[in-house]
């Protein structure tokens, strides 16, 4: 046991159950003590940076091999007392999870736009390498079904930053006027977390070979729906974090047998992604790449690339006008415009609750298209609210990619960065006047406002920090 590592975050508490480690012996035969070894030992730390927004020293950080943003940290530090990562410099994914990027890299073409599909987006770690990894134009559309967890992928996107998403809350099966509508779909399933316990102990209580079997079927169900979402010739990915062949292999075969051809990838071999067969002899070859913790410095991770060999019609909907959104006036439009780096790019937009929204001019018929054919959706850049003679800008703006950059701003130290996530007011050495961007290391953290002698702290109650921050300024 590894009980005295200090910077043991296993289950060395939590007993594996029996049926789990006899699939797991007749898996992996001689590597089977090495797996049990590793799912003892730490798991590895790391992060994936954000190429829009630099800031982050990686100078003597370890890359992930498959993944050119991704590195490893010695340790885990306290992220959210990071002003980088709050800016969104950063999002913390476990590494075998990035092998998406590689995945993408090999199987679409991201020369020119396209439309995306995440289906079972929340909490955002696949959603934020996508849009990283999109042509700028594209669409990318990330849905979550349980309502509750749709915030905290809509928080992750908006530090993200790019202004070319929707969030969408919908069943995989509520989503039919979006048939043979997507040119990408990835379903990064809901599983039975086999890949997690070493990083989840709760995964180890709940773990089941019932409960494998209910995932699969929902799994089916998920991939079912997805299938009809894409076009001909899309691509689909599937991944899960587990080991076994009910939610893997099987599923492999159920998407070869329903109009989809799998696509073989080259990794090179000191990756060590294990290559395994999922075909069988009346469908002809088929295979999905497994991460196991005791071969890659990453958690269990399990993914196969389909490519869609039926045709599924559209649907015609008659999409001329969006349904409850207004035009910005030209006064308004020339207000709005000035908030934005290149505003000729958008058009301007407002909601019947007052929410500003800049739409991508690229993606415009897209977004009409999508707000007349599914209703629970959230789209484009929110930028903020008029109120009077003043302009409110929204924290989503200052995250914004898409942001002025030469808006009046002050760099903050790291001790005024954190006060500011704490949401205290702060005081400059200088009186300041009107809306100002607060950053750390050039990147924008939020808004303050200067009024007088004050400074008035505009960062969201839902993101102001908890945590005791008094050891660390
Ligand atoms: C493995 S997690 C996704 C993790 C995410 N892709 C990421 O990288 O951060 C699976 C997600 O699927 C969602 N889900 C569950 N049932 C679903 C369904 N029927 N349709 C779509 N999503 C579903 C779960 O709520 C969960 O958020």
Redesign the pocket.
């Known amino acids: 046991m590894n009980d005295q590592n200090p910077s043991w975050t296993g289950s060395p508490q939590v007993e594996l159950p029996q049926e789990f480690q006899a699939q797991m012996q007749a898996q992996l035969t001689t590597e089977f003590p090495d797996f049990q070894s590793a799912l003892m030992g730490p798991s590895p730390i790391s992060i994936r940076l954000n190429p829009r927004k630099n800031g982050y020293d990686t100078a003597n950080l370890t890359p992930v091999p498959w993944c050119s943003a991704g590195f490893y940290l010695p340790e885990r530090p306290n992220f959210t007392l990071d002003p980088l990562f709050q800016a969104g410099a950063y999002y913390v994914q476990e590494a075998s999870?990035m092998l998406l990027h590689d995945v993408v890299r090999q199987t679409v073409n991201v020369n020119h736009p396209l439309r995306v599909l995440?289906?079972?987006?929340?909490?955002?770690?696949?959603?934020t390498l996508l849009t990283s990894a999109l042509h700028p134009d594209s669409l990318l559309m990330c849905?979550?079904?349980?309502r509750s967890?749709v915030s905290v992928l809509r928080e992750n996107l908006d530090k993200w930053g790019y202004p070319n998403v929707v969030v969408s809350n919908h069943?995989?099966?509520d989503m039919a006027n979006l048939a043979g509508f997507f040119d990408v779909v990835v379903v990064?399933?809901?599983?039975s977390g086999e890949g997690l316990f070493r990083k989840d102990p709760d995964a180890i209580q709940e773990w089941s070979e019932a409960n494998v079997q209910l995932c699969s079927a929902?799994q089916k169900?998920?991939l079912a729906a997805a299938a009809t979402l894409l076009d001909k010739d899309g691509i689909l990915i599937y991944s899960t974090?587990t080991y076994n062949d009910t939610e893997n292999a099987e599923n492999v075969r159920f998407l070869t047998e329903n109009g989809f051809r799998n696509i073989p990838l080259i990794l090179p071999a000191d990756w060590n992604v294990v290559e395994r067969e999922a075909g069988d002899s009346e469908t002809g070859e088929a295979v999905g790449y497994q991460c196991y913790p005791h071969r890659v410095q990453g958690e269990g991770f399990f993914i196969s690339v389909f490519k869609k060999t039926a045709f599924t019609a559209p649907v015609k909907l008659d999409a001329r006008t969006f349904r409850s959104i207004r035009a910005l006036r030209p006064r308004e439009t020339a207000i709005a415009s000035k908030w934005l780096q290149n505003p000729a790019d958008f058009s301007f937009w407002e909601k019947p609750n007052g929410d500003v929204m800049a739409l991508p001019k690229a993606l415009e018929k897209t977004f009409l298209f999508l707000d007349v054919a599914i209703r629970q959706k959230g789209f484009g850049l929110e930028m903020g609210q008029f109120k009077g003679q003043d302009f409110i800008p929204s924290h989503a703006l200052a995250l914004s990619t898409a942001i002025n950059q030469n808006l009046p701003s002050i760099e903050l130290s790291k001790e005024n960065a954190l006060r500011y996530f704490k949401k205290e007011n702060l005081v400059f050495d200088e009186p300041v006047k009107g809306w100002l961007l607060v950053k750390y290391n050039g990147l924008n953290l939020g808004w303050v406002k200067g009024v007088g002698n004050r400074v008035n702290n505009y960062l969201p109650k839902d993101w102001r920090i908890r945590m005791d921050i008094k050891e660390y300024v």
Do not use: T, Y
């Open positions: 999870s995440d289906l079972c987006a929340a909490p955002g770690g696949k959603s849905n979550e079904v349980i967890r069943d995989s099966e990064d399933a809901p599983c929902r169900r998920i974090c």
